[in-house]
């Protein structure tokens, strides 16, 4: 009855780059199973039967109607008398809704030989047409018959709370907001409804945010001319240095981040102009090679995209050196601010370019 639902990496990688918070969501779950049932008639049937009950509680009803009736057809089912389905578990309720569909597919109103050329909004127009079938269950016969892959429903309570808690949200999101959240998710809002579930799931409202489960690391804050700054090591290494607005965790100072506050010091009065810390760079092979490149260029200078790209041997790949630039995750130690564009134009600092401004004048008073 059942089959996997295929996601394919590309997939996973499109939404990943969709948004901060859901690349963290995607990397702290890993991989999704999920099955689907493509038979449709079975299909509706079985989200009845699950409609606002406990997963627990509507499999065990599930699999007693699933041995009494046998083969799942509308036959079958306006064929077995109401006392019997009753005694499978079955509300008076949701027996109804059932046979609802069962007549709407037996006399034709309702045939899913031409679902594939419908539209998503098409297909749930047909379907809560039938007494019993709202929008939330048609939104789900999308996802675990169809497989469509672009569904996310607002009327699911599990998603609005997933939202809530991955974003910070201080009450459930509004239609509005919720659709924001679709429209950045798009065309992998069913993926994001997987990831989503398993908010709930794994039972992560016990953490404050998503940066809580994911944190294995040590923390340092410091405060400075442009901002808090928040420095993470791993091992000994200096891994991230960032610029945040709030302090999220608790410090757990190690000797790598006590000496990192001091150098950054030294740095923000003037005093020091290179770092000498242990790092640990995080990148492919060509953004390693970038971020190396750029530890090069002195206190107090810069240099274009271009001439990293020479520096490197690649004189054409300016625009894959912009990139690796923004995704530098050791700000000011890896000094990314010093690299400009072509014209001298302060063009893209992850941190901001005020800041970008900043530290370049600061440099160039002390230089």
């Given at each position: 009855m059942y089959k996997k639902i295929i996601i394919d990496k590309s997939e996973i990688k499109?939404?990943?780059n969709k948004d901060k918070k859901m690349r963290m969501l995607i990397d702290s779950i890993g991989e999704i199973d999920r099955e689907y049932i493509p038979d449709s008639f079975i299909a509706l049937v079985n989200s009845i039967v699950f409609q606002q009950l406990a997963y627990k509680a509507a499999i065990s009803i599930w699999n007693r109607f699933e041995e009494f009736i046998?083969?799942?057809t509308p036959e079958n089912i306006l064929n077995t008398r109401f006392e019997d389905l009753r005694k499978c578990g079955l509300s008076t309720t949701k027996i109804h809704y059932i046979n609802n569909i069962a007549n709407a597919v037996k006399s034709e109103e309702l045939d899913f030989s031409n679902f594939?050329?419908?539209s998503d909004e098409e297909i749930i127009e047909k379907l809560v047409k039938i007494k019993g079938i709202g929008?939330?269950?048609?939104e789900m016969f999308l996802i675990f018959s169809l497989n469509r892959k672009d569904v996310m429903s607002?009327?699911?309570?599990?998603?609005?709370k997933g939202v809530q808690w991955l974003y910070n949200m201080k009450k459930e999101p509004t239609k509005e907001q919720f659709e924001k959240y679709k429209k950045k998710f798009s065309p992998y809002n069913t993926l994001a409804s997987f990831y989503l579930w398993e908010i709930t799931i794994n039972n992560y409202f016990k953490y404050d945010n998503i940066e809580k489960v994911n944190l294995k690391n040590n923390v340092a804050y410091m405060e400075s001319s442009i901002g808090i700054i928040e420095i993470q090591s791993y091992e000994g290494k200096i891994i991230s240095l960032d610029f945040v607005k709030e302090r999220k965790y608790d410090e757990t100072l190690e000797p790598v981040l006590e000496e990192a506050k001091k150098q950054l010091r030294d740095y923000f009065d003037g005093k020091r102009?290179?770092?000498?810390l242990p790092l640990k760079i995080n990148g492919t092979e060509f953004q390693n090679k970038v971020w190396v490149e750029l530890t090069k260029i002195p206190y107090g200078e810069t240099q274009s995209y271009k001439d990293i790209a020479i520096w490197i041997g690649n004189k054409n790949a300016s625009r894959a050196i912009g990139n690796a630039n923004n995704k530098n995750k050791i700000a000011i130690i890896i000094p990314c601010h010093r690299v400009v564009g072509s014209n001298g134009k302060l063009i893209g600092y992850e941190g901001g370019l005020w800041?970008?401004?900043?530290l370049l004048e600061h440099e160039e008073r002390h230089f």
């Open positions: 499109g939404l990943r046998g083969e799942i594939s050329n419908l929008v939330w269950t048609a607002y009327k699911d309570l599990g998603l609005r102009k290179a770092f000498d800041r970008k401004k900043w």
